[in-house]
């Protein structure tokens, strides 16, 4: 047994994302052929972040123009498909996708 903790070190790849992460979106298909290429012994574990975590307040016309502005040039540059519905009402809280998804022992 080697007794240098590199060899010894349990290695993970930590993937931080976010639900309302626009770029997150753009980047996943490259994200997702990174995760075909590396080998099925690198444990990926997930952390969920939030933009927008607890939000109780409807988004207003300012916030909901930024945000569409922010998705349509990712949209542009990465050739995602984006689904611009949430311009139409709402409250975009990122706590419930948060608590849904993937968990890791990293996050508080």
């Not at 975590?53 to 409807?58: A, D, K, L, R, S």
């Not at 300012?62 to 050739?79: L, M, P, Q």
Request: hydrophobic residues 30%; charged residues 25%.
């Amino acid at each position: 047994m080697s007794d240098d903790p590199q060899e010894t070190a349990e290695r993970h790849l930590l993937y931080f994302a976010d639900p309302m992460c626009s770029w997150c979106w753009g980047f996943s298909p490259s994200v997702d052929r990174m995760i075909e290429d590396l080998p099925d012994t690198l444990e990926i574990r997930p952390v969920m972040g939030g933009l927008r975590p607890g939000t109780t307040e409807i988004m207003h016309d300012r916030a909901k123009d930024s945000t569409r502005n922010h998705w349509e040039h990712v949209k542009e540059a990465s050739g995602q498909p984006f689904d611009f519905e949430f311009s139409t009402a709402m409250i975009l809280s990122t706590t419930p996708n948060r608590r849904a998804g993937p968990r890791s022992s990293y996050e508080s």
